[in-house]
C-alpha cells in the first residue's frame, strides 16, 4: 500500500522560507520521479520534480527560489521554498504514481 505524508506547512510572512517534507511508503523515492504540485485558487499547478536520477526541474513560477531534494535512506522528498511570495499561497500535494498525497497549507500572509 502507498502512502504519501506531507509536513511543514504553515503560515509565513513574504521573503520568509519553509522546508515541506513529503515521507513515503510503499514506493522508493529512488527509484521513482517524484512531484510537488500546488492548488492555491485555480487549477493544480507543478511546483517541482525531481527524476529517478536525481534531476530536478521547476515550474517557471518558483524556479531559483524553490529546491526539490530526496533522502534515500529516509524514504523522503523536501520541498525547500525561499523568498516565499502571497501568490505562493496553496495546499502542497506530493505524488507519484498516481498517488497523491493529503496536502499541506501554505500561506503567506504580513
Known amino acids: 500500500q502507498v502512502h504519501l505524508v506531507e509536513s511543514g506547512g504553515g503560515t509565513v510572512q513574504p521573503g520568509g522560507s519553509l522546508k515541506l517534507s513529503c515521507a513515503v511508503s510503499?514506493?522508493?523515492?529512488?527509484?521513482?520521479?517524484m512531484y510537488w504540485y500546488r492548488q492555491g485558487s485555480g487549477e493544480r499547478e507543478l511546483v517541482a520534480r525531481i527524476?529517478?536520477?536525481?534531476?530536478?526541474t521547476y515550474g517557471s513560477s518558483v524556479k531559483g527560489r524553490f529546491a526539490i531534494s530526496r533522502d534515500n535512506a529516509k524514504n523522503t522528498v523536501y520541498l525547500q521554498m525561499n523568498r516565499l511570495k502571497p501568490e505562493d499561497t496553496a495546499v502542497y500535494y506530493c505524488?507519484?504514481?498516481?498517488?497523491w498525497g493529503q496536502g499541506t497549507q501554505v500561506t503567506v500572509s504580513s
Open positions: 505524488y507519484s504514481l498516481s498517488f
Open positions: 527524476s529517478e536520477f536525481g534531476t530536478p
Open positions: 510503499g514506493l522508493g523515492v529512488s527509484v521513482n520521479a
